[in-house]
């Protein structure tokens, strides 16, 4: 293939280009994989902290997810939408879940749930792309082309599976100046209409005389048939003995995985199996709920609910899973006042979770008054860069502001040492 025909092919097939970063070197699956079965089940993966970034797309509504069960403008706002106490599982005397989360309150109970309240930006944006943009890069001032995980990546000159999407595409979060993360479909490479491997290992083939861009893009192509191959034998590799004994995973309660589950199935496989990723991103959708939101939200964070407690559920049983922390977050949250439709608009500040064993749980930050409003929406209490910045700092052993575009976070005490 011609440098011109290539240099199409990538312009017309982002979402692959986007699948793989440059050069993917370090251990090999295999080696990774011995390593895990020499061990014993307790020590079971590598030794790096991990995250999983899981982001429900649409705008959840935070006040129906952590609920203000004991301030009557709650009640006041939305009759039909709000919950009676009774309903709420209990964090304390006037904040509770969801009673679709039974899972994470038996987690929180464990003390291994953290709740940020309050998180958004400043001079919010109510459009689900640009609002989504802000949290992926970390921007809110200006529109730029890179992630803070992406920026993390180019610091750290690290190799494409050093951050893996099991998202449909890759998302902005992934993607840096210089190099971007890995795309792997759950159910494995998927390519456009009318493309096939064979062209893609064509692509992957360098030639003479090409300028060091197209070079690049050659060595793109590798990377995303050597991660897609590495995740693809994580995926089907056989379980060491010890994890065996440990079961599948189990179902959702709905009958059958979610997609969040189906994603986070493969993570599990891929830390237990010792792949050295140090960031996944994964998703669940369905959150934009104008319309009968109580039924469909609440289903919503049933998935949710069932997928994160059974992953951490098998986390814990292993040294490599207990260092994996989950990081839950929207692109915004809800109005106050429900709509007309039992649902809610788009509003502005949110809840976002940060669970796992490493977690110190509980409350943090304040909750936003329901009585004294931006435009009858919620005034945010922290910045969202402040928790992702505690993530980048406590997780990824990483200078906040480098890949936060200079902004200083004010870290939080959410991470225990010494695990």
């Known amino acids: 293939m011609d440098p011109l025909t290539r240099r199409k092919f990538l312009l017309a097939s982002a979402g692959v280009t986007g699948a793989a970063a440059l050069a993917a070197g370090g251990m090999g699956l295999a080696e990774l994989l011995a390593t895990a079965r020499d061990n014993q089940v307790s020590n079971v993966g590598d030794e790096t902290d991990k995250i999983v970034v899981v982001t429900l797309y649409g705008g959840n509504d935070g006040l129906n997810t952590v609920i203000p069960y004991a301030d009557s403008?709650?009640?006041?706002?939305?009759?039909?939408?709000?919950?009676a106490?009774?309903?709420?599982l209990h964090l304390n005397d006037s904040l509770g879940l969801n009673p679709g989360m039974t899972g994470l309150k038996r987690l929180w109970d464990d003390k291994q749930v953290a709740v940020v309240l309050g998180v958004g930006y400043p001079k919010p944006d109510r459009s689900h792309f640009r609002s989504m943009d802000i949290w992926q890069t970390a921007s809110p001032e200006l529109p730029v082309a890179s992630g803070w995980v992406g920026r993390w990546l180019d610091g750290t000159n690290a190799p494409a599976s050093a951050a893996v999407s099991f998202d449909p595409v890759l998302p902005p979060l992934l993607v840096g100046e210089t190099r971007v993360g890995a795309c792997v479909a759950v159910?494995?490479?998927?390519?456009?209409?009318?493309?096939?491997?064979?062209?893609?290992?064509?692509?992957?083939?360098k030639q003479d005389g090409e300028s060091d861009l197209q070079l690049r893009a050659a060595?793109?192509?590798?990377?995303?048939?050597?991660v897609n191959e590495l995740v693809q034998q994580a995926k089907n590799a056989d379980v060491p003995r010890e994890l065996a004994e440990l079961g599948p995973l189990p179902a959702t309660a709905t009958g059958g995985g979610s997609s969040l589950a189906a994603q986070l199935d493969l993570v599990t496989r891929c830390v237990e199996a010792g792949v050295p990723t140090r960031v996944y991103s994964v998703s669940l959708g369905g959150f934009d709920t104008h319309a009968n939101e109580r039924v469909g939200q609440e289903w919503l964070l049933k998935q949710l609910d069932d997928a994160l407690s059974a992953f951490l559920d098998r986390l814990a049983k292993t040294?490599?899973?207990?260092?994996?922390?989950?990081?839950?977050?929207?692109?915004?949250?809800?109005?106050?006042?429900?709509?007309?439709?039992?649902?809610?608009?788009?509003?502005?500040?949110?809840?976002?979770?940060?669970?796992?064993?490493?977690?110190?749980?509980?409350?943090?930050?304040d909750q936003p008054s329901l009585t004294d409003l931006d435009d009858g929406d919620l005034k945010a209490t922290?910045?969202?860069?402040?928790?992702?910045?505690?993530?980048l700092d406590s997780i990824l052993q990483a200078d906040p502001a480098r890949y936060l575009n200079g902004y200083q976070p004010k870290l939080l005490p959410l991470v225990r040492r010494g695990l």
Do not use: C, W
């Not at 494995?188 to 064509?202: D, K, R």
């Not at 060595?219 to 050597?226: G, H, M, T």
């Not at 922290?382 to 993530?391: A, S």
């Open 73 to 83: 403008a709650y009640y006041s706002a939305r009759p039909e939408l709000a919950y």
């Open 85 to 88: 106490p009774e309903q709420v």
């Open 187 to 205: 159910d494995g490479l998927q390519l456009p209409p009318g493309i096939n491997v064979e062209m893609i290992t064509a692509l992957a083939q």
């Open 219 to 226: 060595e793109a192509y590798q990377d995303l048939l050597r």
């Open 319 to 365: 040294k490599a899973g207990r260092r994996v922390t989950v990081a839950v977050y929207s692109e915004f949250g809800r109005r106050v006042r429900a709509n007309a439709s039992d649902g809610t608009d788009h509003g502005t500040a949110g809840p976002v979770f940060l669970m796992g064993p490493g977690i110190a749980g509980g409350l943090y930050g």
């Open 382 to 391: 922290m910045d969202f860069r402040d928790v992702f910045g505690t993530l």
